[in-house]
């Protein structure tokens, strides 16, 4: 360390990192984030998709299906 103290090798910092590192690896939070891999989702989906425009979309309902609050059926997830 570069700090005062750590010239007259007395300095703690080392020492709080180290606690630190300790501490993280017992509390299980040195594993990789979720959002830090790559979706697996869509590797899994087979179907073509194709592009249309925004006006040539229809947001209708199907015959049958009922809209929840949001404006998405319900039981497809959603925000």
């Known amino acids: 360390c570069t700090c005062k103290a750590g010239l007259g090798e007395a300095c703690c ?3 709080a990192v180290l ?3 300790e501490a993280a690896v017992k509390l299980g939070l040195n594993h990789q984030s979720k959002t830090s891999t790559a979706c697996v989702k ?3 989906y087979k179907g073509k998709v194709t ?3 925004v006006a040539d979309m ?3 309902p199907k015959h049958g ?3 929840n609050a949001r404006g998405g059926n319900p ?3 959603g925000f």
Do not use: L, P, S
């Open 58 to 60: 229809d947001f209708k």
């Open 75 to 77: 039981g497809q997830g």
């Open 51 to 53: 592009a249309k425009r």
């Open 65 to 67: 299906q009922v809209m």
């Open 42 to 44: 869509t590797c899994y």
């Open 19 to 21: 606690f630190k590192v």
């Open 13 to 15: 910092h080392i020492a």
